[in-house]
C-alpha cells in the first residue's frame, strides 16, 4: 500500500492510500441533502456520524478530474458518476496520472 502525503499551504493533510495498482482511498464530501440526513440521525440517536466518509475509487476507470472551486476539493468523473472528495486537484492529479504511467508501463511488457 502506497500514500502520497504533499503539503498544501503549510497544512498537513491526510495522504492519499493507493491501494494495490489503481485503487485510491479518499474522503468523499456529502451533498447538502445527505449532510442534513447524516446531522439529524446524530441528533436524533446520538450517534457519531461521519461527515467525510471515506471511499475507494478505481483510477482505472476515472475519465476526468476537475478542481472543485465550491468546496475547494476535487470532482471525480467516470462514465457514469461523479463524486466530490476534500482532497486537492493537484494530489489526485499526482495519483491519477500515475496509475495511468503504471499501466502504460505493464502494457508494454
Excluded at 442534513?36 to 446524530?42: E, F, H, S, T
Excluded at 461523479?82 to 486537484?89: G, I, N, P, S, T
Amino acid at each position: 500500500m502506497n500514500s502520497w502525503n504533499q503539503p498544501t499551504a503549510g497544512k498537513n493533510h491526510e495522504p492519499i492510500r493507493i491501494i494495490g495498482r489503481s485503487i485510491a482511498v479518499l474522503h468523499k464530501i456529502l451533498k447538502e441533502g445527505d449532510l442534513l440526513k447524516a446531522m439529524r440521525k446524530r441528533d436524533i440517536y446520538g450517534e457519531p456520524v461521519k461527515m467525510e466518509p471515506s471511499i475507494a475509487i478505481d483510477f482505472t476507470t476515472v475519465t476526468s478530474i476537475q478542481e472543485d472551486y465550491k468546496n475547494g476539493g476535487t470532482i471525480i468523473m467516470d462514465w457514469k458518476m461523479a463524486v466530490v472528495v476534500k482532497e486537492k486537484f493537484a494530489d489526485v492529479l499526482e495519483v491519477w496520472t500515475d496509475v495511468y504511467s503504471r499501466m502504460d508501463d505493464m502494457q508494454s511488457i
